[in-house]
Each structure stands twice: as C-alpha cells, then as structure tokens.
C-alpha cells in the first residue's frame, strides 16, 4: 500500500491515521504489530550549499573535522544533530509535550578517530570517518520513528565521545565506518564499561575485508572474551514489526550516488553498486556480540549502507521506493523495536 505523507514537519494528530500509529512503548513489551509497509515520499526542501570536498579525519586540525557536506564540525564541541546542518534535503522539525523531553527514544552517534588506510587497493576509507550520513540520517529516523509508532523521540539526537560519563544513559548507539577506528585506552576502557552496563553499539555502511578486520580488530580489544555470531533471517530483528524478505543478501543496500539500476534482487550476479568497494563487499552479513543470556552488546551491518536510505529519503524517488521504503526504515524500526524490548 502506498501512502504519500506531508512534507517532513511536525508530526500532527493526521500521522496517526496515515501510519496507524503502533503501540510500541520504549519501556514495555507489547504484543504483535502492524505497520502499512508504504511510508510515503518525503518532498525535498531546499538544498544548502554543499562543501566542496571532504578528506582525511584530520585535514582540518586537530578537532576540527571536514564532512561530506555539512562544512567542518568541532569534535570537543558538538553534542547534538540539531547543530549540524543538513547536507542532503532539510531535517525535519518536531516536538514533544513540556514536561516529557527525557521520556524519549534518542538516537547516539559515537564520535571516534580513524587511521590512514593502508590498502592500496581500495582508496576511500582514509576519507570517512563517524560523521557520515550525519545529521540527516540521524534526525529522519527519529522522526519516522516517532511518526510510526507511539515511541516519542528526541528531536535533536546526540553525538556522543566514548569517554563521555553520560555515554550510559543512551542506551543505542551508532558507528557509521569504523574500518579505521583507532581506540586509545580511555575509549576502550569506556566503550566496554557502556556494553557491559547493558548498552548496545550497532555499525553500518562499512565495507569489504580490509574495513571489518580493522573494526573487528578493535572489538576484539574491547571485548575480548566474546566472539562474532553469525545472525539469520530467522532472527526476531528481521520479523519483529517488518516482515523483511530473505535471503540475507536482499538487504544489501547500496550507497546512492553508486546505485546500479539495472540490478536484479533475485539474480546473484547482479550487483547492486556500480563500483569496487575492496575486497569482499560483495556479500552482505549481519553479525552480532552477544552477552551471557543472548543479549546483543553489538550488532554490526556489513556491506550495506542502510543509513543512505534514511539520509537520502528526499533526494530520488525510485532509490526512497527501492531501498528506503522497503528495506531501510523497516529495519530501522525492527532494530529499535527488538533492542529497546530486550
């Protein structure tokens, strides 16, 4: 079913009908639930400028960090998305009733260092570091979240040091290409203190071999008495709300600019991207860190840039209807949904 919403705003008592606005509650479990698959297109608001280039996490000096498109952001400085401007079509505005501001779901972004990259044959993971897709990623999951269901969500997000003492109250957090994350002690030291006070660390859009045994490799030093369990299309985080489609490989998402439009869901030798990610991007794998009793201490997405297609809800048509619709928010929901419930 398809549905077409109002541009992004404030959500209003219509998102309710249009969405059928769930029961799903941050601080219960609640029984079955049915979403209309169809979200709707967002309509695109004007585009800022976009800065000319991006590089190295450090080219900008010091704290100092060039994005994609959103100017230079101050690591030592910036707490929230709301403060970074919108690199793609606008983020929308919304609101919760005075007196319940805490009482939200609120998206966390984790704020880490990266390395050169030393593999010669694949050049652009010296360029990326955590802010990519941020802040339009950030902000327009929250909002089709709180537009969704009946979770209220935190209209401005937070990104977050992990040396922060105020990383434990957020109990989501997000990684975007960790490929070359360099860790210093006191981030390790408080990444696993976060795990293992019950928080839950989730990566995307990080690509090919080289890209996960550098993530892996810190992880390891984290958390080096668990090992990577390989997740299924059985597990609840592909069922729970959203009844996604396997096999697996169907969640393969690919970064916008190098979508191939030709590609074929059901042929395995038609790729979804237009370019060479490296070595071993081909395959798209969900694996996951699990605690004593099953829990997930880290959910890791590799080879697919699920968060492009909440970032780029407002720029093409075809790829919100592809991939955003489809695959993208649903797992976004999913994931919240079985994490904020278990």
Known sequence: MSITSS???APNSSDCTMFGCLG???RRVLGAALLFWGIGFAHAQPRPPRWSGFG???DAGGSLVRTEGSGIIDEDLVKTAREVVSHSTGTPDWSNPAG???DVFTFA???FKVGPNTDPGYGFGKRLGWWVDFPDADLNLSYRLQQ???IRTDPNGRTMKLTDPDLRNYPFLIMEHPGYIILKEAEVAGLRGYLLAGGTLV???FWNNTE???FAGAMKKVLPERDWTELTMEHPIFNCVFQLPGPMQRLQVPTMQFWNRQHDFDNPNSPPLQIDRGKGWEKMSVRAILDEKGHMMVVAFHNSDITDGWEREGENADYFKVFSERICYPLGVNLIFYLMTH
């Open 7 to 9: 541009p992004l705003g």
């Open 24 to 26: 799903l509650g941050v």
């Open 56 to 58: 190295n996490e450090n």
């Open 100 to 102: 319940f501001e805490k």
């Open 109 to 111: 972004r984790a704020i």
């Open 148 to 150: 969704m269901t009946s």
């Open 203 to 205: 990566i995307i859009d």
């Open 212 to 214: 996960w045994n550098g």
